[in-house]
C-alpha cells in the first residue's frame, strides 16, 4: 500500500477527533518511527509504499481511542533533547521548557553548583539543565520507581550525569538521602498542582493516559507541594539559593503568598507565553 493511501485512511478515521495538521503531524512522525521515511523524502517520492501495515495500523487504532501520540511513539523532544516516555511519566510540556530556560538565565554556566529537582518525572527538567550546565552536580527526586526507571534512561540517551533519589518530598524520609552537608544553589520543581476540580477541563487524552499521581492535588490543599519544598528547602537551600516552581495557572497569588509566609525574598511570578501565570522564583 502506497503511504499517501495510509495517510488519506489516516485523515478519513481521525478526522472527528483531530485537526487536520494534527492528524499530518501524527502520520509524519510515524512514518519517520516506523519506516525512516521523513515528510520530505515522502513530498519527493510520492509513490513510496510499505508491505508491513500491522505497526501503523496499531498505531491508528490507539490515536482513535486518543491515546497520546509521545506514548505511542514512545519519545518526545524536550529542549530540543529526545526523552523516552510511557504511562509512568507526564509528557513534558512547552511551558516547562520556559521555566528550564528561565534557570538558565538566572545561572552561571561556568559556576560550580548544586541543583536539586523534586518530581522529576521523564528526568527532563533535571537532565536538560545537566547538558547545559556542565559544571553543575544535579539531583532528582521522585516518589515513583518507574519514572525513575525512564529518568535514568533518558539520562544515558542524553549522555549526562544525573543523581536519582527515589523518596517522598510529603514525608521525613527524603531528608535522610540527601546529606546534612549538601546544600543547594537552586531547588526546582514542576510538582502536581491540579486540583479534582480542574479535572473537566482537562482533554480525556491527557486524563485517560497520564499519571494522575503527578498532575492531581486534593482541591482542600492544592499547594501541599509547594509548603512540603518550601519548609524542605529553607534547610537545604544556600544562603541567596534560588526556587524555581511550575505553578498552577489560577493560584499564582496564593502560591507568591506562600512563599512569603516562608519568609522568601525577591519573589517573582512569571506568566508563560501564553499569558498565564505559570512560574515563581524565590530566594532564600
Known amino acids: 500500500m502506497r503511504l499517501k493511501e495510509v495517510q488519506a485512511k489516516f485523515h478519513v478515521e481521525l478526522s472527528g477527533l483531530y485537526e487536520k495538521e494534527e492528524i499530518d503531524s501524527f502520520f509524519y512522525l ?45 519519545e518526545t523532544e524536550f529542549y530540543g533533547l529526545k526523552f523516552k516516555v510511557n504511562p509512568s511519566v507526564l509528557i513534558p510540556r512547552p511551558e516547562t521548557e520556559e521555566l528550564v530556560a528561565w534557570v538558565l538565565k538566572e545561572t552561571d554556566p561556568d559556576k560550580d553548583i548544586n541543583i536539586l529537582d523534586v518530581g522529576t518525572g521523564s528526568g527532563c527538567i533535571a537532565i536538560s539543565l545537566a547538558k547545559k550546565l556542565q559544571n553543575a552536580n544535579v539531583y532528582a527526586l521522585d516518589v515513583s ?76 490543599d492544592p499547594l501541599q507541594f509547594y509548603k512540603a519544598i518550601g519548609e524542605f528547602a529553607k534547610t537545604t537551600l544556600k544562603k541567596n539559593g534560588q526556587l524555581f516552581f511550575e505553578i498552577n495557572e489560577y493560584l499564582g497569588q496564593e502560591t507568591v503568598a506562600l512563599l512569603e509566609q516562608h519568609n522568601y525574598k525577591n519573589i517573582e511570578l512569571r506568566k508563560d507565553i501564553f499569558g498565564k501565570n505559570r512560574m515563581v522564583k524565590a530566594e532564600h
Open 30 to 74: 510515524l512514518i519517520e518511527k516506523n519506516y525512516g521515511v521523513d515528510r520530505i523524502r515522502l513530498a519527493l517520492e510520492p509513490d513510496i509504499g510499505i508491505t508491513d501495515m500491522a505497526s501503523i495500523l496499531e498505531s491508528l487504532q490507539l490515536l482513535k481511542q486518543e491515546k497520546p501520540i509521545q506514548y505511542i511513539i514512545g
Open 145 to 220: 520507581k518507574n519514572a525513575l526507571e525512564v529518568a535514568t534512561e533518558n539520562a544515558r540517551l542524553n549522555k549526562v550525569n544525573v543523581k536519582f533519589i527515589q523518596a517522598d518530598i510529603l514525608k521525613d524520609c527524603h531528608a535522610e538521602l540527601v546529606s546534612a552537608s549538601q546544600k543547594f544553589d537552586i531547588i526546582v520543581s514542576n510538582p502536581p498542582y491540579v486540583r479534582e476540580l480542574e479535572k473537566n477541563m482537562m482533554k480525556p487524552n491527557v486524563l485517560d493516559n497520564e499519571p494522575h499521581l503527578a498532575l492531581f492535588v486534593e482541591d482542600n
